[in-house]
């Protein structure tokens, strides 16, 4: 005898780890452009967003307030078809969704090219080295001393756009290069646990493991959700899990522990996403509506996403 599908058993869990996170209504937002709209030209039509951040719960009023601040922040851009309103991300979100697709879409793929990056700020003004402080704090940069903030696993092209960005390029003094001593991995270990709380990160991607390993223990098998129920788990697994990274330094294989969670995390939003992405993208395709009423095809860089999806 076939198991009985239960839909309501899995709007239940849907809705449960919904309110658990409650999300933003901006940050769930740009979630939403960045796994969603993006792969799909990357415009969509208001009225189409406004319908998509209903199944989270988020009004209309709230819907057009959110696209309204995040125009003026600069996330996005918007054009005007007669009465019909667009919106894409703006050239600045996407340098960045560019950027973040790395750490989200293929976490295991970071570099580990054993050279740190430390920075010297001494001749840098109050005012800009807060704002400095700040960006290198959600790059996952450790500030061990006044004026010296250390990375050991950081693009140096990142590092130069920031810096370039604030004018900072003459003011700072920027080293790259491998350490020479301790040469004892597990000392190096030990220091990292000085600078990073690690600790605190761990507990972020277990609460994220243990809110989404659940759906493999319903009744329900997840290749057997609906279309629009693989849209939402897609869209809560991403934006739970870009939450996580961002407390994420991504110190690099050799200076994280063998079964350090980071690990299990992106693991289980690789498998998770394999099996429901196909589904998700056909209920995707049914509801986005793009300038002319066109639903463009899925880039294929969408198809690159943790090594190579089908």
């Known amino acids: 005898m076939k198991n009985k599908i239960n839909n309501n058993e899995v709007d239940l869990y849907l809705q449960t780890i919904l309110k658990e996170m409650s999300p933003k209504a901006k940050s769930l937002i740009i979630t939403f452009f960045g796994d969603t709209v993006f792969p799909y030209g990357g415009t969509i039509w208001l009225g189409s967003l406004v319908k998509f951040m209903e199944e989270f719960g988020i009004s209309e009023k709230l819907t057009r307030t959110s696209i309204f601040r995040l125009s003026k922040d600069g996330w996005l851009s918007s054009k005007k078809f007669g ?17 973040a697709h790395y750490s989200v879409y293929a976490y295991d793929e970071q570099e580990d090219n054993k050279d740190w990056i430390v920075l010297f700020t001494n001749h840098v003004d109050l005012t800009s080295e807060l704002n400095l402080s700040k960006i290198l704090k959600k790059e996952g940069f450790a500030n061990t001393a006044k004026h010296v903030y250390m990375h050991p696993n950081y693009k140096m092209e990142y590092m130069q756009d920031i810096l370039i960005k604030h004018e900072l390029q003459n003011d700072v003094l920027l080293i790259k290069g491998p350490i020479q001593m301790p040469m004892n991995k597990e000392v190096i270990k030990d220091m990292v646990h000085t600078y990073w709380d690690m600790n605190d990160i761990e507990k972020r991607y ?15 098998p997840i ?88």
């Open 223 to 310: 290749e057997k959700f609906t279309t629009k129920q693989c849209f939402m788990l897609r869209v809560l697994l991403i934006h739970e899990y870009r939450r996580a990274l961002l407390f994420d330094p991504k110190l690099g294989n050799d200076l994280v522990s063998i079964d350090w969670l980071g690990k299990s995390a992106s693991s289980l939003v690789e498998s998770i996403y394999a099996i429901i992405h196909n589904q998700a993208n056909d209920y995707i395709k049914n509801n986005l509506l793009t300038v002319g009423g066109n639903i463009p095809k899925l880039d294929k860089f969408y198809f690159n996403r943790f090594g190579g999806i089908k």
């Open 83 to 99: 009465r019909e309103s667009y919106y894409s991300l703006s050239d600045l979100a996407i340098d960045r969704f560019i950027k």
């Open 206 to 220: 277990q609460s994220f493991i243990t809110k989404f390993r659940q759906v493999f223990s319903l009744k329900t």
